[in-house]
C-alpha cells in the first residue's frame, strides 16, 4: 500500500470516528432534553397536564402517561389488596400497601400503591391493619411503572403477603381489566400508611456526562489526526529541507 493510500483510509476512518461520536454526542444531549422536559412536566403544578379517567381510559398507551399528575375516582377492591415485601421507607423495611381501584363509571381496574406500612417481625405472615374507605373516593398521585421485581425463589405468591407484583395474575384474580401502569398515592400519611416518597431521579447529568465523553473521543481523533498526518510531517519536512553548513 503507497502513502496515498495510506493517507486516503486514515482520513476516511478518522472522519466515520469524528461522525459516530458526534452523532451519538448529539443524541445523549437529546435524551438529556428529553428528560429535562419531563422533569419540568413532573415539576408543574399539579393541574396542569391533569390525567382524570377519561383520559387514563381514552390513552393509546397507558405507559405514556407515567409521570403525569392524577385525580382518579372509583371504588377501592380492598379485599384484593397485595402487601409487597421487603420495600422500604426512611430505612425502615416493611410492605407497599397496593390495592386496586376500579374506575367510575368502568369496569377498568387500575393498581394504586397507597402507602408504606411496617411489618410485624414477631408474626411475619401476619398482614398489617390498614384502612380502606368504603364508597367511592378520589385518589390522587403520580403516574408511574409497576414497582421494580426483587429476587423471588420457587413460584409467586398468590397470598395477600408477595415479593413482586404479576400483572397476569392479578387479572386473573380480580377478572378485569387492569393498566399496565399504577398510580402512587401522594399526600400525607393517612388510613395507617406513609406516603414519604423519594423523589424521581431521571439522570439528567448522566446524558450530559456521556455526551461530554463522546464529544471529547470526537475532539481527540481530529487532534490525533491533524498532528500526525499534518503537522508532523509538514515539521518534519521542514526540517528535512533545510540547508546544513
Same mark, same amino acid.
Given at each position: 500500500?503507497? $502513502?496515498?493510500? =495510506?493517507?486516503?483510509? #486514515? ?6 470516528? &469524528?461522525? *459516530?461520536?458526534?452523532? *451519538? ?32 381510559? !381514552? ?12 385525580? *382518579? ?17 426512611? $430505612? =425502615? ?21 397507597? !402507602? ?11 398482614? /398489617?391493619?390498614?384502612?380502606? /374507605? ?9 403516574? $408511574? /411503572? ?7 425463589? !420457587?413460584?409467586?405468591?398468590?397470598? $395477600? #403477603? =408477595? ?13 378485569? /381489566?387492569?393498566?399496565?401502569? &399504577? ?11 406513609? =406516603? ?33 498526518? #499534518? *503537522? ?14
Amino acid at each position: 500500500m503507497n $502513502a496515498r493510500s =495510506r493517507f486516503f483510509l #486514515i482520513t476516511l476512518a478518522t472522519l466515520l470516528g &469524528i461522525s *459516530l461520536t458526534a452523532s *451519538l454526542g448529539r443524541w445523549q444531549l437529546n435524551r438529556a432534553a428529553e428528560k429535562e422536559a419531563l422533569q419540568a412536566r413532573m415539576d408543574a403544578p399539579s393541574n396542569a397536564g391533569l390525567v382524570d379517567a377519561a383520559v387514563l381510559l !381514552g390513552a393509546p398507551d397507558p405507559t405514556s402517561l407515567v409521570h403525569h399528575h392524577a385525580v *382518579l375516582r372509583g371504588q377501592w377492591l380492598a379485599d384484593q389488596t397485595v402487601y409487597l415485601d421487603n420495600r422500604q421507607m426512611n $430505612a =425502615r423495611v416493611g410492605f407497599f400497601a397496593v390495592t386496586p381501584l376500579r374506575l367510575e363509571g368502568s369496569d377498568t381496574v387500575i393498581l394504586v400503591q397507597r !402507602g408504606w406500612v411496617a411489618r410485624n417481625f414477631e408474626e411475619r405472615v401476619k398482614v /398489617p391493619a390498614i384502612e380502606t /374507605p368504603a364508597g367511592t373516593v378520589t385518589v390522587e398521585g403520580r403516574m $408511574a /411503572p409497576l414497582p421494580g421485581k426483587l429476587f423471588e425463589l !420457587g413460584h409467586p405468591s398468590v397470598t $395477600a #403477603i =408477595r415479593q413482586n407484583l404479576d400483572l397476569q395474575q392479578l387479572r386473573e384474580q380480580i377478572h378485569a /381489566p387492569v393498566w399496565p401502569v &399504577i398510580l402512587v398515592q401522594t399526600g400525607p400519611a393517612s388510613e395507617g400508611l406513609l =406516603r414519604d416518597w423519594p423523589a424521581v431521579n431521571l439522570g439528567v447529568e448522566k446524558h450530559y456526562g456521556y455526551a461530554l465523553q463522546w464529544f471529547g473521543m470526537a475532539a481527540l481523533m481530529a487532534l490525533l489526526y491533524l498532528w500526525h498526518q #499534518i *503537522l508532523k510531517p509538514f515539521i518534519f519536512r521542514t526540517k528535512d529541507s533545510t540547508p546544513h553548513a
